[in-house]
Every structure is written in C-alpha cells, then in structure tokens.
C-alpha cells in the first residue's frame, strides 16, 4: 500500500514544483543604445534578482504572472 502512494505524492510534489514558473529576459540599454552593465533587477513584491552582463541582458525567473520590474543602478542617472 505505502509502495503505491509513494509514486502519487512524489508526482504531486514535481508538479507543484514546476507550476507557473515565468521567465524574463530582456536587455537594459542607455538612451543612445549602449548596453548597461551591472544593472540590479527585481521582480516587485518577490525575491527573485539578476545582474545585467556586460551585453545589458538579464534573465529571471519569478512565479508571477505579470510582474513590475525594478531597475537599479548606483551611480547611474
């Protein structure tokens, strides 16, 4: 019996873990074009971060669906 619900739960836990999970990629670039690194990326109301490269991209998981990104960069304006 606890042979046959073991594979059940393990399942259910997969799925779970795998649900909605939503990833944005995207470049941060200068008005004239120019890619900006070191850029701290946050996903409001969540914990998930990413650093831009030096190409300005960025990639970042989050499990909502629509987010407002936040861009930070010390010493830029």
């Given at each position: 019996m606890k042979m046959r619900i073991f594979p059940f739960?393990?399942?259910?836990?997969?799925?779970?873990?795998?649900q909605a999970q939503t990833t944005y990629t995207a470049r941060v670039q200068s008005t004239d074009g120019s890619p900006i690194e070191g850029v701290i990326v946050s996903v409001q109301g969540d914990k998930a971060t990413a650093i831009t490269d030096a190409n300005g991209e960025f990639s970042l998981k989050t499990e909502q669906k629509e987010a407002y990104i936040q861009l930070a960069t010390p010493g830029f304006y």
């Open positions: 739960i393990l399942m259910l836990c997969l799925s779970l873990t795998l």
